[in-house]
């Protein structure tokens, strides 16, 4: 099987291993390559997707596949001390990178750490006010079911959001997107992490990852009501919000 850009698409039971070969290998180069790779963007982008969250003083938080933990950061500082952030993700190498983050930041005392798989998260149902995945949900294998257990985890009323690359919404966009992506990231991350496939592979998990319309049409298959959209930067990114009532 070929993706539309003649790569070999990962048999879903390889998929997992790879996701943890990509993110052992990025680990150590993950905080200054996303600052390279969106010439500081991305923080903007997690600023937008937090203040969509609607999250207040109090609330719990599962910043899912949170790796290093820049959206935790951002939480922590909403939820304050009467809440609470768990920060969670399925590589231990992130994980570990995320933790020793928050500590230097000083944000240790309401922030907690799980290693998880998304896709059946150990926690109790009704149990976060708000459930954010950023960055993640296109390594995750089976995004049904992950999706499901987000919402099984959620309290009523309580709000996903999904921040993730999408499609370019304008075909000019699209074009320099693509040539940027296939032709300049994977050499910046050969140059500056020795890692050209990690990069090839994220390039490419962006373009496999469902448009738009697709991944909201999938958050309503798994309960979420009220499911909206926002676009950015001409829709390299998008955040989606669904709610549990
Ligand atoms: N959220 C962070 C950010 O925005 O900077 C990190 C995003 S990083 C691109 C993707 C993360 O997803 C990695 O840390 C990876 O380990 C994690 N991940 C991949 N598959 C996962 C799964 N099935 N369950 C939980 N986390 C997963």
């Not at 959206?71 to 399925?90: C, H, M, N, P």
């Not at 738009?212 to 049409?217: A, M, N, R, Y």
């Amino acid at each position: 099987n070929t993706t539309h850009f003649g790569y070999q698409q990962v048999p879903t039971a390889d998929k997992v291993k790879l996701v943890r070969g990509v993110f052992d290998s990025v680990a150590g180069r993950y905080d200054l390559m996303n600052d390279l790779m969106s010439l500081g963007v991305h923080r903007l982008w997690k600023r937008i997707a937090i203040s969509l969250s609607l999250v207040r003083s109090g609330e719990h938080v599962l910043d899912l596949a949170g790796g290093t933990g820049d959206l935790t950061a951002l939480f922590e500082q909403r939820v304050g001390d009467s809440g609470k952030v768990v920060l969670a993700d399925i590589n231990a190498e992130m994980l570990k990178k995320g933790r020793n983050r928050m500590i230097d930041k000083g944000l240790a005392g309401n922030v907690h750490y799980a290693q998880v798989n998304a896709e059946c998260l150990p926690f109790a149902d009704n149990s976060f006010d708000c459930v954010c995945i950023g960055f993640g949900l296109r390594n995750v294998t089976d995004k049904a079911a992950a999706l499901r257990s987000m919402h099984r985890v959620l309290k009523p009323g309580g709000r996903l959001i999904v921040l993730e690359f999408s499609k370019p919404t304008d075909q000019l966009t699209e074009a320099v997107y693509d040539f940027y992506s296939f032709n300049i990231l994977p050499k910046i991350g050969k140059l500056v992490a020795n890692d050209e496939a990690s990069y090839r592979y994220l390039a490419e998990s962006i373009r496999m990852h469902p448009d738009q319309s697709t991944l909201k049409q999938m958050m309503q298959e798994a309960g979420f009501e009220r499911c909206d959209y926002f676009n950015m930067t001409q829709g390299i990114v998008a955040v989606h919000r669904g709610y549990k009532i």
